[in-house]
T-cell receptor, first 112, second 115 residues
Framework: DQQVKQNSPSLSVQEGRISILNCDYT??????FLWYKKYPAEGPTFLIS?????DKNEDGRFTVFLNKSAKHLSLHIVPSQPGDSAVYFC???????????FGTGTRLKVLA | DTGVSQNPRHKITKRGQNVTFRCDPI?????LYWYRQTLGQGPEFLTY????????KSRLLSDRFSAERPKGSFSTLEIQRTEQGDSAMYLC?????????????FGPGTRLTVL
């Protein structure tokens, strides 16, 4: 059972525009959510996270939004840059455990 | 560079052979994780160590898989009697208890190919 889903395998955006990556989850016990970025031949790199007590967290060009009632989170990148081209994974975890559940990833391509 | 390192980076083996991978976490990190990633999928949790104690283990970690972290520093992941379905990227990550929750630092992975 895929508890964390990223339904868009790929996304192309023009440089300077907004990139919106989406993630849905099914397990209501998840209370902490994260986004990672992965370049080829490298391990994932942590980007930004959000606790379930918040609905928004911002870090520079990256903002994560959480809609608990819809069990949905999204990552906004503004403005998008060519260096943002990578695979983005969302992940979720429940307090008291360390079993992070990752989505299948969305490949973002930012066009110059 | 004091990031997470993994060795070997690539391993090709024949079905039925045993393989062992090593992960060296960031030195002050007491938490260590192993994941498996196959093509088109995200990392799948395998196991978690806090210091030398293995505190969580996925059902994916069958009895052919074993992980150790004997002194709470480096860790090894062994796969016995490898099968073709074991072909994947094996990722190790570490984190600090004082760091932002969930901030795992990943190594570059070991790519296993079972022929």
């Amino acid at each position: 059972d895929q508890q964390v889903k990223q339904n868009s395998p790929s996304l192309s955006v023009q440089e300077g525009r907004i990139s919106i990556l989406n993630c849905d989850y099914t397990n209501s016990m998840f209370d902490y959510f994260l986004w990672y970025k992965k370049y080829p031949a490298e391990g994932p790199t942590f980007l930004i996270s959000i606790s379930s007590i918040k609905d928004k967290n911002e870090d520079g060009r990256f903002t994560v939004f959480l809609n608990k009632s819809a069990k949905h989170l999204s990552l906004h990148i503004v403005p998008s840059q060519p260096g943002d081209s990578a695979v983005y994974f969302c992940a979720a975890v429940t307090s008291g455990t360390y079993k992070y559940i990752f989505g299948t990833g969305t490949r973002l391509k930012v066009l110059a | 560079d004091t990031g997470v390192s993994q060795n070997p980076r690539h391993k090709i083996t024949k079905r039925g052979q045993n393989v062992t991978f090593r992960c060296d976490p960031i030195s002050e990190h007491n938490r260590l994780y192993w994941y498996r990633q196959t093509l088109g999928q995200g990392p799948e949790f395998l196991t978690y160590f806090q210091n030398e104690a293995q505190l969580e283990k996925s059902r994916l970690l069958s009895d052919r898989f074993s992980a150790e972290r004997p002194k709470g520093s480096f860790s090894t992941l062994e796969i016995q009697r490898t099968e073709q379905g074991d072909s994947a990227m094996y990722l190790c990550a570490s984190s600090s208890p004082g760091g932002e929750r969930g901030t795992q630092y990943f190594g570059p992975g070991t790519r296993l190919t079972v022929l």
